[in-house]
């Protein structure tokens, strides 16, 4: 009876890895909205991942694998919804690449992908709280939780010996998620924050803001904005008004902007975002520079990691079922195993195929912790000459 | 040596800032009040007349740049100030002429004027934002600092550094002269003279010969020269963003309400008066209060009346307080 048993089971097994199939996969970012300028390259990414695994013809017995766009819109949840519920009940797929912002992220997740148990693979949304979604073990993500950017910028404050610090954020869930990490983080390590304040974007003049932020004090200003944003007006106006000389500059304030807007006024300065100094990220770009993408774009490599995981998790598990493989996406992101880097998507399908453990690197060093999401990797930065560099990798 | 921490604190935060906000709200003030004081109605376009103003004296700055003028430590952008008022004269002018006459011939009551003046303000808020684009475009040249905080502390050994940019100081000086120049045009010359006439009592004034159409030109060119003023001030200070100059509205009409429409004198106390406040209820006062008060008093929180963010409610709520007490204003001006 037990031989009976395995023999059928075996012969399922083989049968349903034999029969090839038609797989796809929601691509959901922000086509339109705010983050339409980065989105186009994400969403390339993911297909260059697709189209490398269906030109390799070793996913399950030579399946192809498509991509079905929906625009997240990145800000309204209900239309966001509309394009996950869309992919999902209409054009069948087996597993979500997206969204991108953490707003319709947690909307698509709690609406479509957990009623449907859809698993869904987040690029870039960092905001904490989806840490703790209920998300039946579906929901993943290639970007870091903003709660490990408070750990990050409590371990470099520390390192420099900094005591006291006031936080300016921009004012909305970013600025706010990342300025409530930071404080925990920084307070749980025996630093204080004598403030935590608001500013609004786009405003012609922040000298108000910067008042009471002198008027609490603290030897550093950590400004978690946006650099095109209020974060340089409040900058600016610390700078003017001698009310703060060092900056630490959160992901959002890392960029050429910073360089032109104030050069050598912010020497000694420093910050971190996200980065990796890993062969992956040197590798990606000259695949997706072949395929005619920028692999630096914003949250690019996350993305084509995203789709890849997905990919590799249907073949670990034999099959393109969201209940089937959703369990195997930890174990292939993360060590022991050899270590796969982009562009050897047909090697890594082999390696599973021969049942060998595999540790996919990607583009974006992904390993990830906790719920499902990526540990993080971060450059950090210092200002000297006025001008920023790459001093550490952590 | 706290007081004088004390002293310098505040000076830094609450009365250099304030002193040239409020010389900036005085000049748009005083725009607002004069336009009320002679045609008669609130103009609502005004904040956007100052930000197309200040736009045409970017565009000339930047003109005089490409040519490699400049004005020493001063800021190019006071070279281009003659040319900006005459462009935007030229445009309210033509305003003038082709909207609001057409309604003072039918001597229309004030409240359809300030639906006409509300009307002009969104296709000039259009206008702007189709000439130089709705980005932050920070076009101060020259001399950056008079005093500097970092060498301030250097030199005088002080825990609190005092920064007093130029254009907080150009700010202020320009405001004296043109207020001084507005003054002497209103009382001792004879289109002054004329002007306030018409705006005593437009029947009399009529009897006795003056031109009301000189009248009313004389007004919106002297109204558009403080709005350009007002508003290239502004935005070397700050920056310039057209949006910001459309919120800049609200606490101009409180200055001008709370000295008394109508009365000049009033809008100049109007603004400082609301730029003190502004600053004053927003500002955290734990520092100074920290350095003047013995230890035990020393606050332990920010000491912050209102955040920051509700800077604009301060004027709401005086401007609210002067109206249900002293509807025309602090100055007597004419009531609303």
Request: with cysteine.
């Amino acid at each position: 009876m037990k031989k009976l048993l395995a023999a059928t089971a075996s012969v399922a097994l083989i049968a349903g890895a034999a029969s090839a199939e038609d797989i796809k996969i929601g691509v959901v970012l922000g086509f339109t909205g705010p983050l339409e300028s980065i989105t186009p390259a994400m969403g390339a990414a993911a297909e260059l991942a697709m189209k490398e695994v269906t030109d390799s013809g070793k996913l399950l017995g030579g399946s192809t694998v498509t991509s079905v766009r929906g625009d997240s819109t990145c800000v309204d949840a209900a239309a966001a919804t509309a394009a996950a519920e869309r992919v999902v009940t209409t054009d069948k797929v087996s597993a979500i690449m997206g969204a991108d912002c953490s707003g319709v992220t947690g909307a698509i997740l709690s609406n479509v992908a957990v009623p449907n148990g859809i698993v869904m693979v987040s690029p870039s949304a960092t905001s904490p709280a989806l840490s703790t979604a209920e998300d039946n073990g579906l929901f993943f993500r290639t970007a870091p939780s903003d709660a490990r950017q408070g750990e990050v910028v409590t371990d470099i404050l520390k390192e420099k010996g900094i005591g006291s610090i006031a936080i300016s954020y921009t004012n909305n869930d970013y600025g706010k998620g990342l300025a409530e990490s930071i404080q925990r983080n920084f307070e749980a390590a025996g630093g204080t924050v004598t403030i935590s304040a608001a500013h609004e974007d786009g405003k012609a003049d922040y000298s108000a803001e910067v008042g009471a932020l002198a008027s609490a004090g603290g030897d550093v200003l950590v400004v978690a904005g946006y650099v095109d944003q209020g974060g340089s007006g409040v900058v600016r106006a610390a700078i003017d008004t001698g009310a703060f000389s060092t900056f630490y500059f959160p992901d959002g304030m890392v960029g050429q902007k910073l360089n032109e807007n104030f050069g050598a006024e912010l020497n000694g300065s420093y910050g971190a975002y996200p980065g990796t100094d890993s062969q992956g990220a040197a590798m990606f770009k000259d695949l997706a520079g072949a395929a005619g993408i920028d692999g630096t774009s914003a949250f690019a490599p996350e993305s084509y990691d995203a789709a890849a995981l997905i990919m590799l998790a249907m073949a670990a598990a034999g099959s393109s079922n969201s209940a089937d493989f959703s369990g195997k996406i930890m174990d292939l992101a993360n060590a022991p195993g050899e270590k796969i880097y982009p562009g050897e998507l047909a090697k890594a399908l082999d390696l599973i195929a021969a049942g060998t453990e595999i540790d996919y690197e990607g583009a974006s060093a992904v390993e990830l912790v906790g719920p499902g999401e990526s540990k993080g990797n971060y450059q950090e930065i210092l200002f000297a000459d006025g001008v920023y560099s790459t001093v550490n990798y952590r | 040596m706290d007081l004088l921490n004390a002293i310098v604190a505040l000076l830094n935060f609450v009365v250099i800032p304030a002193t040239a906000y409020g010389a900036q709200l005085a000049l748009g003030a005083l725009g607002v009040t004069l336009i009320y004081g002679i045609l008669r109605f609130s103009n609502f376009a005004h904040g956007d007349t100052m930000a197309l103003g200040t736009g045409f004296v970017i565009l000339f700055t930047w003109w005089l740049q490409s040519m490699g003028l400049s004005f020493g430590p001063l800021p190019t952008a006071f070279l281009a100030l003659p040319l900006g008022i005459a462009l935007t004269a030229a445009v309210v002018l033509l305003t003038d002429r082709s909207v609001y006459r057409f309604y003072r011939k039918q001597k229309a009551a004030p409240v359809i004027l300030v639906i006409v003046s509300m009307g002009v303000m969104f296709v000039m808020n259009g206008v702007t934002r189709f000439v130089i684009g709705v980005d932050e475009i920070r076009f101060a040249d020259g001399a950056k600092f008079l005093i500097n905080a970092n060498d301030f502390k250097a030199a005088t050994g002080l825990a609190e550094g005092l920064a007093f940019k130029a254009s907080q100081a150009q700010t202020i000086v320009t405001a004296v002269a043109v207020v001084a120049l507005l003054f002497w045009f209103l009382n001792k010359t004879r289109t002054g003279k004329s002007m306030r006439a018409y705006s005593d009592n437009e029947d009399l004034a009529l009897l006795s010969g003056i031109s009301p159409e000189r009248v009313v030109a004389v007004t919106w060119i002297i109204a558009s020269g403080l709005a350009v003023i007002a508003g290239t001030l502004y935005g070397l200070d700050k920056s310039f963003k057209a949006f910001n100059y459309f919120q800049l509205l609200l606490p101009i009409f409180a200055s001008a309400i709370v000295g008394g429409l109508g009365s000049p004198l009033g809008a100049i106390a109007g603004g400082f008066l609301i730029a003190f406040s502004e600053v004053g209820f927003t500002y955290a006062w734990k520092k100074v209060a920290t350095y003047v008060l013995p230890e035990s008093l020393a606050p332990d929180g920010l000491a912050q009346l209102l955040s920051t963010d509700y800077k604009f409610a301060v004027s709401f709520a005086i401007l609210i307080v002067v109206l249900l007490f002293k509807p025309t204003g602090l100055f007597k001006g004419k009531s609303v």
